[in-house]
């Protein structure tokens, strides 16, 4: 977790010049800049103590290496291709200190951004933005090597350091104001433009300075700062060309009047020299909430676990029947669910939205996908197999034989029941789990505020805009109850240790409960999904919505499958047993 002390240094004045239209007009050399006058410093708390600074790449700052920023990607949490390595990289842009824009900043601590293309070994290329910073001397003892680049060798013979730019607040502080101000600045290819929303000017006004930013949180696909108690910017890592799903999903959905999204205030935009466009970063209004839905129905599975006296797992089930905040919560979070694809359809003349037919050769093709993601990861799991556990192994055995029937059996039942349901595909949410699910209100009576709607991090920008079955969305869903519950079981068990077996009040019990719990949660979210969309409290899904759903598990899982081989190796497991689950035609999910 990125630890900031508050900005409140009056010296952050920024020389940036307006840029006077607020159209994609290409700015001239020196028009405006991005860059801060250095101030104070700012502490981070440690993470990874590993690194020493000797051992850092050595580099001139005239001269910023591709392999200081491969080197550096592959540390990143947002950075997708870990678990394959990379080919090759490239710079495709820079935007970066020059002639003109050296009364702007100092020159001692030049800062600037790097758009890199990477190549992954038997993999698609992905673009990353790099924001940097130069510092003089070392870092400081307290900060996380993770965020250092590479030591800098000035010509005067002294140590300097380049570090990722959003550990430096003054950079974040100048791209709020850059959208505030719609300024913007040539790159080496194209430029870089700030675009305020409507919305903006009322939540902060132009003429008071920008709030302090603090970065939230350093594990997630993005990078957060959050600016006072009013707007959240989010900076995208991995690009693609065309504006971010999250960016053009909010519009969206505040022109259609859905209130249960964040406004969106402003973005700031990559635009190259052919005027094609990628969205760098977004700025919302912060939204004040009790925490997400996932630790909520955590902590609430959780404390259920822990008031287990003794090993009877029938009084898990009179716990579960007495309780029903959770279940209401979950009842409601599929009512939204519903009202959000509700508006996501409602549209018939806007081409990017309107509903269109789910054909038979929908199914097909995204049974086809699932086929192709598995053969793909299948060789990924095998490798991991050697660091696991002999359950984990037999779980692999288990989905390596099963997963091909499951496909097949999925493709058999389509064609015919698609053809007599008639669903639609419609824009989705597309990576919709309860850490997506803001929790605001009163605790007695609490609402949801969904959020994140770029989609999968890791496919490809169209994929991700592709209207496909709304039951995407609630796979998703279905998949994070699976995922708390197993995760609530495992710190049950750790807490518990070994007082378990003396007390009687074993893993089976407590894995018994939470599997309830998990039922109980999917069947009060399906239960408000699906009575919500046919008006009828008593609706069950059809069984072509069932088949659907069920490609959309395997899909899912498998998604998640690769991300936790690449970014969370131990959580490999809870995928793994809800893909073995789908696999045994007795369970399901
Ligand atoms: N508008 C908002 N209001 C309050 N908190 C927010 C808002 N947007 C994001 N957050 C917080 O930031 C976290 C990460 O945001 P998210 O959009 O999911 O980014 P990422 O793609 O990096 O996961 C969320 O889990 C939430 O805690
Ligand atoms: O960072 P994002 O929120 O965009 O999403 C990515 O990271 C998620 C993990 O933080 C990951 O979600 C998976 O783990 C969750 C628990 O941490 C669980 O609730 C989700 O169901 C599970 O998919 C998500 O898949 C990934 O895209």
Redesign the pocket.
């Known amino acids: 977790m990125l630890d900031a002390r508050k900005n409140d240094d009056p010296k952050l004045i920024f020389e940036l010049r307006l840029h006077p239209s607020r159209s994609l007009a290409e700015p001239t050399a020196g028009d405006s800049v991005f860059f801060p006058f250095p101030s104070k410093e700012f502490g981070f708390e440690m993470t990874d103590r590993t690194q020493p600074f000797d051992d850092l790449p050595v580099c001139h700052a005239g001269e910023l290496p591709d392999a200081v920023f491969a080197r550096f990607l592959t540390r990143q949490r947002w950075f997708g291709s870990k678990a394959r390595g990379i080919d090759r990289i490239e710079r495709i842009d820079d935007l970066q200190p020059g002639d003109s824009t050296a009364t702007a900043f100092n020159e001692a601590e030049p800062c600037g951004l790097a758009i890199v293309a990477v190549h992954p070994v038997e993999a698609r290329s992905e673009s990353y933005a790099i924001p940097w910073v130069i510092r003089p001397g070392a870092p400081e003892d307290q900060e996380s090597p993770q965020a250092i680049l590479a030591r800098i060798e000035t010509e005067m013979g002294e140590t300097a350091h380049l570090r990722e730019g959003l550990t430096d607040l003054r950079l974040a502080a100048a791209w709020f104001d850059a959208i505030r101000f719609q300024r913007s600045r040539p790159t080496r290819r194209g430029w870089i433009r700030g675009v305020a929303l409507p919305g903006l000017e009322a939540a902060w006004p132009a003429d008071q300075p920008a709030p302090a930013p603090r970065p939230l949180s350093a594990e ?2 993005n990078s957060n700062l959050t600016f006072g108690q009013t707007a959240i910017l989010k900076v995208f890592r991995k690009l693609e060309r065309g504006e971010n799903p999250d960016l053009e999903m909010g519009r969206f959905l505040a022109r259609h009047g859905f209130p249960q999204v964040p406004e969106v205030l402003g973005h700031l935009d990559w635009v190259a020299s052919d005027q094609s466009l990628v969205t760098l970063a977004m700025l919302q209004r912060l939204v004040p909430n009790s925490g997400s839905a ?1 630790t909520w129905f955590l902590n609430d599975l959780s404390s259920r676990l822990n008031a287990m006296p003794e090993a009877d797992p029938t009084l898990g089930a009179a716990t579960l029947a007495t309780e029903d905040r959770a279940p209401g919560l979950a009842r409601l979070l599929g009512q939204r669910t519903a009202e959000l694809h509700q508006v996501l359809a409602s549209d018939p003349d806007d081409p990017g939205f309107a509903p269109e037919p789910y054909r038979a050769e929908d199914h097909r093709r995204l049974l086809d996908e699932v086929a192709e993601r598995w053969r793909r990861l299948e060789p990924l799991l095998t490798d991991h197999l050697s660091h696991t556990t002999p359950i984990e192994q037999a779980t692999v055995e288990m989905v390596v034989a099963g997963f091909p029937a499951l496909v097949n059996r999925l493709r058999v039942q389509a064609d015919d029941l698609v053809a007599q349901a008639s669903p639609r595909r419609i824009r989705v949410h597309g ?1 919709y ?4 699910v803001l929790v605001v209100g009163e605790p007695h009576a609490p609402d949801v505020v969904l959020l ?1 709607f770029e989609g ?2 890791a496919r490809s920008l169209e994929a991700r805009k592709a209207k496909t079955s709304p039951l995407k969305d609630v796979a ?1 869903m279905i ?2 109850f699976d ?1 708390a519950a197993t995760l609530a079981v495992h710190a049950a068990r750790d807490l518990r240790g070994e007082q378990s077996a003396s007390n009687g009040n074993d893993p089976v019990a407590i894995k018994t409960v939470a599997d309830q719990w998990r039922a109980q949660m999917t069947a009060a979210f399906e239960e408000g999904y699906f009575a919500t969309l046919s008006n009828d409290q008593a609706a069950h899904p059809d069984a072509a919505s069932r088949t659907i759903l069920a490609a959309h598990l395997a899909d899912k899982a498998l ?2 499958l690769d ?1 936790e081989l690449n970014n969370r190796p131990d959580w490999v497991s809870i995928p793994l047993k809800g893909l073995a689950a789908l696999c045994d035609p007795g369970v399901g999910y």
């Open positions: 997630q696909s996932w990576d789990h309860l850490g997506q994140d999968e991090p998703g998949r994070s995922y998604y998640e991300y």
